[in-house]
């Protein structure tokens, strides 16, 4: 459809005040990390990087860089088994408590996650087990397990059933038919849930805040510098952070073009 | 078919889903080499058939033998046996040779082995070799149909099931595919098993036609013998254009017969079906004849097609263009066909609605 002028100018008006939006508030801790001051005021007369070696060199930011690693890492890679498994059974196979079970997996994304952390360190409590990062773990799966498994099940309702009933026509056992269909026409579903689950639980708070008891993430110590004890390491930190998220996101970007890469061509 | 002991049988075969039975103890034989359709409207139980026969569901009841072996206890991925699926089921993540070769690959056989046969498959389904390495998402709808053909036939099975692989295109591709598939069917000399709803495609394709109506067949018999003896009038309306006259008593209300005519059908009762190209329009003489007039007229490329009101009710008539009426719509005008032309069915018209 062709736009006038003035509905041009008004739609790029727009798309620059949703970015500004969006991107604005990142940007001011961006800058913050770099300033001299000790808190953020315009204009920025003296900028200096020192914050950045420091937090490098730093023994307890890279115990948190570790921890919170570690978590998304674990979480990353179980969410990728639970979400595929998952989406099997919720969107490949025909079996009696299907229709509950589709309603159910999902119904832990919709609890407030203040909730749901509070209700699972009342369990750990209960169940003896002395909170820490792998308890965080298990709270992180709880909330983002479901949204791998909607990832992978999206792909999964998307691919045609024939042609897993076609691979076994042509001779292919069970397993074959996992091997050499399902799992490779899932795999960029699989991906994607990988990519959601890391960025989720990196940047994950609510849960952290509850279930790590002693141990500390990355998001938890932020927060606990903004109470107290603020210093331009802060923001240094939270850039670091961001730094770790679009890295997770350049590596599935890559993986994906990858994937790509490998499939046949001419 | 022929006398020899048939590569396909089928006895007595039932699938039950909860309350409702999809096929009622079917029986059937299928020749090695032919090319037999299954013909039914939607819901007929056409596509429940061949998902027993290839083992895709197990049946409630009764039998499938291949040759000598009883197949429907063999599961689906050890019967010698490969379906085209409609929506022809081509592995996206994979190039066309290597969907040629899946089924070779499942059997151990060796790479090299298995390109010759993929490239021999491309040759033979008259596909570029250089199609090997193309992926399927570069090809045409007609060359998927093809490379789905070669697939089916890598590992040389005994019997090719197809469930409508030609509905999804369009008409012209599918004509030039039908006959392909014919050809396909000649010169591999396989026996061919074919699902479809296009009673078109079933008559330029195969040997013999079965005709499914409610989990059963209707009729099974080559494509002329049911469209000019069809068993009932569902089979009769199913095969195209048709009249149906009512016949009590050896008479048929609102037209003459001739005396050869009055004694042939002396006595008899039931509906009598009629073709509309054997009716014709304005005949010198003729074993029935009916006058009307003209309702409607449509245009079918070299023929032409006319809805004739008559007192034995609205009859459709097809002629050669250079038949057409004079006159047009409301010229009156007399209908008549031959002996040979009518065929009697016992069966009242109403009772298959």
Known sequence: ?266 | MSDASPILRINALTKTFDDFTALHGIDLDVAEGEFLAIVGPSGSGKTTLIRLLVGMDDPTDGAIWLRDQRIDVIPANRRPTCMVFQSLALFPHRTVGQNIEFPLKLRGVAAKARKDRALELLDLLRLPRDYYAKRIQQCSGGEKQRVALARALAFDPEILFFDEPLSALDYRLRKTLEKELKDLHRRTGKTFIYITHSLEEAMVMSDRIAIMRAGRFEQIAPAEEIYARPVSPFVAEFMGEVNFLPLRAGMVAGAALSSAAQAALAGQGGTLVLRPESLRLNPQAADLTLTGTVAAAYLLGSRMQYRIDSPAGELTVEVLREDAVAGGIGAPVTLGCDLAALHLIAEARDAAA
């Not at chain 1, 994304?109 to 750990?124: E, K, N, R, S, Y």
């Not at chain 1, 074959?176 to 399902?182: A, G, K, S």
């Open chain 1, 1 to 266: 459809m062709k736009t006038s002028r003035l509905a041009s100018a008004l739609l790029v008006a727009y798309g620059i005040a949703v970015l500004a939006f969006l991107y604005l508030p990142l940007v001011s801790v961006g800058l913050a990390s770099v300033s001299k001051a000790r808190y953020l005021s315009f204009p920025i007369r003296r900028y200096n990087t020192e914050w950045y070696g420091e937090a490098l060199a730093s023994d307890t930011v890279q115990g948190l860089l570790w921890i919170s690693l570690k978590v998304a890492g674990i979480v990353t890679v179980s969410s990728m088994v639970i979400g595929f498994l998952g989406a099997l059974a919720f969107a490949r196979y025909s079996w009696r408590f299907r229709k509950p079970f589709q309603k159910l997996i999902l119904l832990p994304i919709f609890f407030p996650q203040t909730v749901l952390g509070l209700a699972l360190l009342m369990w750990f409590n209960a169940l003896g087990i002395v909170p820490s990062w792998k308890t965080a773990i298990v709270a992180h799966l709880v909330w983002i397990a479901p949204i791998a498994t909607l990832i992978v099940s999206i792909r999964a309702f998307g691919f045609d059933p024939a042609l897993e009933e076609a691979a076994r026509d042509m001779g292919a056992t069970q397993w074959q038919v996992l091997r050499e269909v399902t799992i490779p026409l899932l795999m960029p579903g699989v991906v994607s849930a990988g990519l959601f689950a890391f960025l989720l639980s990196w940047g994950n708070f609510p849960l952290s805040l509850f279930t790590t008891g002693a141990d500390s993430t990355l998001p938890e110590w932020l927060f606990a510098k903004m109470i107290s004890g603020y210093s331009p390491l802060v923001p240094t930190v939270g850039m670091l952070t961001v730094a770790g998220s679009a890295g997770m996101v350049a590596a599935g970007l890559i993986l994906a073009w990858a994937l790509r890469r490998l499939r046949p061509t001419t």
